[in-house]
């Protein structure tokens, strides 16, 4: 997909190749090859990868059915092509310096690759066969010259072949299908990029598909497309493309707009921002013995779960009454009468306590606090829930100070307090000023967290 545009090389290979002429449109046929026949399997090529670019020197041949079309201009020098028309178990891509192949090698054509003395990456976890790219000192799969198309990619002596798209849901993507013509029913395009076009002009831009659970796929467009204009469908319905892969991102990008057909109503909205004042700070944690072994502990007094989303816990270090730092609980279900507790050092945290945190945040975050700086939980509506410390004054030698030690909160206390109340707290520091208990805490022994004292 990506775009680095040469002069159209067709003519090249229209001399290199016999044709004759379509019924449809003046373009070269290519003469088929009989008696050439895969070798190896996708699965045993990739396998000669080692972690470094390799040409191939044996002489192996793989086969594959066309499944990307680059007739509307959203693939560009690159042929996706899956082992078989339906139910494929595998897919894989070519780097070709060609464009309009889609003349050549048009959607179901069945391939022989010749794969002696082409190149074999991997790139962003995604295998790609090819010539080389050599750029920024290393050396990567390219796009093979067109006048060696001729010499590794051949047309199988057989009828173009429906593909059969292999119908999958996006919350449980196959990477196995990477490089495959795949669909996906009921989605749609979410609310916020209504009214957009399918691309910004000239560039590549991803928009965001989803279903009915709220699980998203990035749709991937090229701003050189024949579509880029078109603004996205507002209904629901399936889409059909070749699904992409970039690490652990998924995307799919279409042929042309017959692969989109969203012509039913939209999902019914999911509300998943709730608030309650049954969440609320259970145990702050910074142990004298050891900072890696800080916390923030929430509880949820209530008996039913709630949903996170958007809800965030703020740090006003020190005096400041501005926030310092904020922590965004979206992604989490707390469950009833349970726990969720935040590290900023989860290999320390698991070393210490013996268990794996819920959620681990960074250095400087809210759950890294030193005892003497302030916090909100913040509702998905920007309300405040709950609070520890007074906003704007600094906790040393105060009543809202747990340097060294912890603040706990009484355990008949069921309701968040959006004002802080110390007659809820039992708090330890290395002071005992204002009513603290001056008894600094060890880690582990002094401490509990994912247990409501």
């Given at each position: 997909?990506?775009?680095?545009?040469?002069?159209?090389l067709?003519?090249?290979?229209?001399?290199?190749?016999?044709c004759?002429?379509s019924?449809?449109?003046?373009?070269?046929?290519?003469?088929?090859?009989?008696?050439?026949?895969?070798?190896?399997?996708?699965?045993?090529?990739?396998?000669?990868?080692?972690?470094?670019l390799?040409?191939?020197?044996?002489?192996?041949?793989?086969?594959?059915?066309?499944?990307?079309?680059?007739?509307?201009?959203n693939?560009?020098?690159?042929l996706?092509?899956?082992?078989?028309?339906?139910?494929?178990?595998?897919?894989?891509?070519?780097?070709?310096?060609?464009?309009?192949?889609?003349?050549?090698?048009?959607?179901?054509?069945?391939?022989?690759?010749?794969?002696?003395?082409?190149?074999?990456?991997?790139?962003?976890?995604?295998?790609?066969?090819?010539?080389?790219?050599?750029?920024?000192?290393?050396?990567?799969?390219g796009?093979?010259?067109?006048?060696?198309?001729?010499?590794?990619?051949?047309?199988?002596?057989?009828?173009?072949?429906?593909?059969?798209?292999?119908?999958?849901?996006?919350?449980?993507?196959?990477?196995?299908?990477?490089?495959?013509?795949?669909?996906?029913?009921?989605?749609q395009?979410?609310?916020?990029e209504?009214?957009?076009?399918?691309?910004?002009?000239?560039?590549?831009?991803?928009?965001?598909?989803?279903?009915c659970?709220?699980?998203e796929?990035?749709?991937?467009?090229?701003?050189?497309?024949?579509?880029q204009?078109?603004?996205?469908?507002?209904?629901?319905?399936?889409?059909?493309?070749?699904?992409?892969?970039?690490?652990?991102?998924y995307?799919?990008?279409?042929?042309?707009?017959?692969?989109?057909?969203?012509?039913?109503?939209?999902?019914?909205?999911?509300?998943?921002?709730?608030?309650?004042?049954?969440?609320?700070?259970?145990?702050?944690?910074?142990?004298?013995?050891?900072?890696?072994?800080?916390?923030?502990?929430?509880?949820?007094?209530?008996?039913?779960?709630?949903?996170?989303?958007?809800?965030?816990?703020?740090?006003?270090?020190?005096?400041?009454?501005?926030?310092?730092?904020?922590?965004?609980?979206s992604?989490?279900?707390?469950?009833?009468?349970s726990?969720?507790?935040?590290?900023?050092?989860?290999?320390?945290?698991?070393?210490?306590?013996?268990?794996?945190?819920?959620?681990?945040?960074?250095?400087?975050?809210?759950a890294?606090?030193?005892?003497?700086?302030?916090?909100?939980?913040?509702?998905?509506?920007?309300?405040?829930?709950?609070?520890?410390?007074?906003?704007?004054?600094?906790?040393?030698?105060?009543n809202?100070?747990?340097?060294?030690?912890?603040?706990?909160r009484?355990?008949?206390?069921?309701?968040?307090?959006?004002n802080y109340?110390?007659?809820?707290w039992?708090?330890?520091?290395?002071?005992?000023?204002?009513?603290?208990?001056?008894?600094?805490q060890?880690?582990?022994?002094?401490?509990?967290?994912?247990?409501?004292?």
């Amino acid at each position: 997909m990506f775009r680095n545009f040469y002069l159209p090389l067709l003519a090249i290979l229209v001399f290199c190749y016999s044709c004759v002429k379509s019924n449809d449109f003046d373009a070269p046929a290519l003469n088929c090859v009989e008696g050439l026949e895969a070798n190896v399997t996708f699965e045993q090529v990739k396998a000669l990868y080692l972690g470094e670019l390799l040409q191939i020197q044996e002489d192996l041949v793989i086969e594959g059915y066309v499944v990307s079309s680059d007739s509307a201009g959203n693939f560009f020098s690159v042929l996706h092509f899956q082992d078989r028309p339906t139910n494929p178990s595998e897919g894989f891509q070519i780097e070709i310096d060609l464009r309009q192949s889609y003349l050549l090698f048009e959607p179901g054509s069945k391939i022989v690759i010749k794969l002696k003395g082409l190149y074999l990456g991997k790139s962003k976890d995604v295998f790609k066969l090819g010539g080389t790219f050599a750029g920024f000192g290393s050396v990567s799969v390219g796009r093979l010259p067109a006048l060696q198309i001729p010499e590794h990619i051949f047309l199988a002596c057989e009828d173009v072949t429906d593909i059969t798209s292999t119908p999958i849901e996006i919350a449980n993507i196959n990477p196995s299908l990477v490089n495959t013509l795949v669909s996906f029913e009921n989605v749609q395009v979410i609310d916020d990029e209504l009214g957009e076009s399918f691309a910004i002009a000239l560039e590549e831009t991803e928009r965001t598909l989803v279903d009915c659970s709220e699980n998203e796929l990035m749709l991937l467009n090229s701003g050189f497309s024949d579509f880029q204009d078109v603004i996205l469908p507002e209904g629901n319905g399936s889409i059909t493309g070749v699904l992409l892969r970039e690490n652990d991102d998924y995307f799919i990008a279409i042929r042309d707009l017959n692969d989109i057909d969203f012509l039913l109503e939209r999902c019914e909205e999911i509300i998943t921002e709730f608030t309650s004042t049954s969440i609320f700070f259970s145990e702050l944690a910074d142990p004298n013995n050891n900072a890696g072994a800080r916390f923030i502990e929430l509880y949820n007094a209530s008996s039913q779960a709630l949903d996170l989303n958007k809800w965030t816990i703020r740090r006003y270090t020190n005096a400041n009454s501005e926030i310092s730092s904020t922590i965004d609980l979206s992604g989490f279900i707390i469950e009833g009468e349970s726990t969720l507790v935040i590290s900023p050092n989860s290999e320390e945290f698991e070393l210490i306590y013996g268990f794996v945190p819920d959620l681990t945040v960074g250095t400087n975050s809210p759950a890294d606090s030193n005892g003497d700086d302030n916090l909100e939980l913040v509702d998905p509506f920007g309300t405040v829930i709950d609070v520890f410390g007074i906003i704007g004054e600094d906790g040393s030698n105060t009543n809202h100070e747990f340097e060294d030690g912890k603040a706990v909160r009484i355990s008949n206390i069921n309701q968040a307090n959006l004002n802080y109340t110390f007659s809820e707290w039992i708090i330890f520091n290395d002071s005992g000023n204002s009513g603290t208990v001056n008894l600094p805490q060890n880690a582990p022994e002094d401490f509990t967290p994912g247990i409501r004292d």
